[in-house]
């Protein structure tokens, strides 16, 4: 893992590892934040969500899947840590769409924004201060994963 900057590079050789990295995301983020996920099929997005859910206290983080066909999944947090709503913007095909998600409702300082294929919703996301997640494939369970717009404190957490 290295951090040059706004970037944080983690090569993971399992979806344990994926997972485990996505946990000590979770663990840092303060609320408030978006993180938006792109790369290809099978890259392990879900992977760190689950990781990420499991850190930020998410009651049932242990049963995230992909919401590829409700669109959204939500975690409540039980006892005041983070609320997580999972956005799977695959089969969004319009930004209409998108809107009609609520994702202005999802963003306050006790939630975080997971959107996987965040790329297909670009435009919409726009506005927002992001954290960007990319996912290449660099073997048959080997990942590059790189995280840019990163603040300082999910940063500093996992060095």
Same mark, same amino acid.
């Given at each position: 893992m290295s951090d040059t900057g706004q970037v944080i590079e983690f090569v993971s050789n399992s979806p344990e590892e994926t997972i485990a990295f996505g946990r000590q995301i979770g663990e840092a983020l303060a609320g408030g934040e978006i993180i938006g996920l792109v790369g290809p099929l099978g890259s392990g997005k879900t992977h760190l969500i689950k990781g990420i859910a499991a850190g930020a206290g998410a009651s049932q983080a242990a049963r995230v899947s992909s919401p590829t066909f409700v669109i959204v999944n939500e975690y409540i947090a039980p006892r005041g840590r983070l609320d997580v709503y999972h956005i799977d913007a695959y089969r969004i095909e319009t930004l209409a769409e998108f809107e009609?998600?609520?994702?202005? #409702?999802?963003?306050?300082?006790?939630?975080?924004?997971?959107?996987?294929?965040?790329?297909?919703?670009?435009?919409?996301?726009?506005?927002? #201060?992001?954290?960007?997640?990319?996912?290449?494939?660099?073997?048959?369970?080997?990942?590059?994963?790189?995280?840019?717009g990163a603040p300082s404190y999910l940063r500093d957490a996992i060095r």
């Open positions: 009609m998600l609520g994702f202005d #409702e999802m963003c306050y300082p006790e939630s975080v924004v997971l959107i996987e294929w965040a790329d297909k919703v670009a435009r919409a996301l726009g506005h927002t #201060e992001q954290i960007r997640v990319v996912f290449e494939h660099a073997g048959p369970l080997r990942r590059k994963i790189a995280l840019r």
